[in-house]
């Protein structure tokens, strides 16, 4: 990708920011899943809209792989939307300070280093296949506690 097309995207397409994810875990969005390394802190240059982001714990030693749980999220343009890995219920959870999200807003450039990029060479797909999902079926559809979970 073009250096000064990635520097745009990086600003103007969404961010997520996940925070003390342990290495190894299975983490995706939309189509595309991987599994985290040491310094993974989320993706960015997101495009602006509906996405689902899930993920699953990783036993790394018996190589065993917990239930897949994810989420709906409508990605604003140039939002950074930030969560916290929960170690106990091996969870990502809201409870990142306004605070602390701006100043990660902020310090985007620094920060970039630790993001992947969202693939792109998928979205199209993505699109063909949510894009017709209102926010009223969303919210009619989607559980209370918004978490969707494979079990």
Same mark, same amino acid.
């Given at each position: 990708?073009?250096?000064?097309?990635a520097r745009r995207?990086?600003?103007?397409?969404?961010?997520?920011?996940?925070?003390?994810?342990?290495?190894?875990?299975?983490?995706?969005?939309?189509?595309?899943?991987?599994?985290?390394?040491?310094?993974?802190?989320?993706v960015k240059m997101?495009?602006?809209?509906?996405?689902?982001?899930?993920?699953?714990?990783?036993?790394?030693?018996?190589?065993?792989?917990?239930?897949?749980?994810?989420?709906? *999220?409508?990605?604003?343009?140039?939002?950074?939307?930030?969560?916290?890995?929960?170690?106990?219920?091996e969870d990502l959870?809201?409870?990142?300070?306004?605070?602390?999200?701006?100043?990660?807003?902020?310090?985007?450039?620094?920060?970039?280093?630790?993001?992947?990029?969202?693939? *792109?060479?998928?979205?199209?797909?993505?699109? @063909?296949?949510?894009?017709?999902?209102?926010?009223?079926?969303?919210?009619?559809?989607?559980?209370?506690?918004?978490?969707?979970? @494979?079990?």
């Open positions: 990708m073009d250096p000064e097309v995207l990086l600003v103007e397409g969404a961010t997520l920011v996940l925070l003390d994810v342990p290495p190894g875990t299975e983490i995706g969005i939309d189509m595309n899943s991987w599994n985290t390394g040491e310094k993974f802190k989320g997101i495009p602006p809209g509906l996405h689902f982001v899930y993920y699953s714990s990783v036993n790394l030693r018996d190589r065993v792989t917990a239930p897949r749980t994810g989420f709906f *999220y409508n990605f604003g343009r140039g939002e950074l939307v930030a969560r916290k890995w929960n170690k106990m219920d959870v809201d409870n990142v300070s306004e605070e602390d999200r701006l100043r990660m807003k902020d310090d985007i450039r620094n920060l970039d280093q630790y993001l992947g990029s969202y693939p *792109y060479s998928s979205w199209k797909k993505w699109i @063909s296949l949510s894009g017709r999902i209102s926010e009223a079926t969303l919210q009619r559809l989607e559980p209370i506690n918004r978490k969707i979970s @494979s079990v």
